[in-house]
T-cell receptor, first 111, second 114 residues
Framework: AQTVTQSQPEMSVQEAETVTLSCTYD???????LFWYKQPPSRQMILVIR??????QNATENRFSVNFQKAAKSFSLKISDSQLGDAAMYFC????????FGTGTRLKVLA | DSGVTQTPKHLITATGQRVTLRCSPR?????VYWYQQSLDQGLQFLIQ???????AKGNILERFSAQQFPDLHSELNLSSLELGDSALYFC?????????????FGEGSWLTVV
């Protein structure tokens, strides 16, 4: 069965600094996609970034980028120039036959 | 606005009761997913439908059931409610079942069982 693990329940970052959120997954599927979602206090689920497993190039969306290590089954999210509005729960998700989420990392941004 | 509509947004009910949560997917989306998020927890996959047929099942209790109708809206029925069923229930949709398709979430239905 596929699993997604986020080992950091909580992280803090100073405003304007860079932070990396970790995610590992386990799967035997060959065709899958990986995602990071942001959940602010409103509890809405907002797609941040997605990565196709067949692509070696790491995905980037403005200040958000991923470090995708397929062999290690690792998919971390880097947030550059952190802003107060980045404070939220971040969920890593795996999409193969099923869509599975990790337990989340709460990110605090310190002014 | 993701285009996925969920009703009601908030619901308070008593233990032992039954409720129905409704979801309208984005226009053109054939697949609907239901997730449960308890307080400070991750998202638990409940069930997925594609074009009216059940496609995948997760940790859905026997007291819970769902269906997708011909007009593609979906309903999640929760019966014999317990205090532990209090949670945020998300519906999400995608164009089809392929892994390449991003799923888009509604704003959720808050269920409080008292």
């Amino acid at each position: 069965a596929q699993t997604v693990t986020q080992s950091q329940p909580e992280m803090s970052v100073q405003e304007a600094e860079t932070v990396t959120l970790s995610c590992t997954y386990d799967t035997s599927e060959s065709d899958y996609y990986l995602f990071w979602y942001k959940q602010p206090p409103s509890r809405q689920m907002i797609l941040v970034i997605r990565q196709e497993a067949y692509k070696q190039q790491n995905a980037t969306e403005n200040r958000f980028s991923v470090n995708f290590q397929k062999a290690a089954k690792s998919f971390s999210l880097k947030i550059s120039d952190s802003q107060l509005g980045d404070a939220a729960m971040y969920f890593c998700a795996y999409r193969g036959y099923k869509y599975i989420f990790g337990t989340g990392t709460r990110l605090k941004v310190l002014a | 606005d993701s285009g996925v509509t969920q009703t009601p947004k908030h619901l308070i009910t008593a233990t032992g009761q039954r409720v129905t949560l409704r979801c309208s997917p984005r226009s053109g989306d054939l697949s609907v997913y239901w997730y449960q998020q308890s307080l400070d927890q991750g998202l638990q996959f409940l069930i997925q439908y594609y074009n009216g047929e059940e496609r995948a099942k997760g940790n859905i209790l026997e007291r819970f059931s769902a269906q997708q109708f011909p007009d593609l809206h979906s309903e999640l029925n929760l019966s014999s409610l317990e205090l532990g069923d209090s949670a945020l229930y998300f519906c999400a949709s995608s164009v089809d079942i392929g892994a390449a398709n991003t799923i888009y979430f509604g704003e959720g239905s808050w269920l409080t069982v008292v």
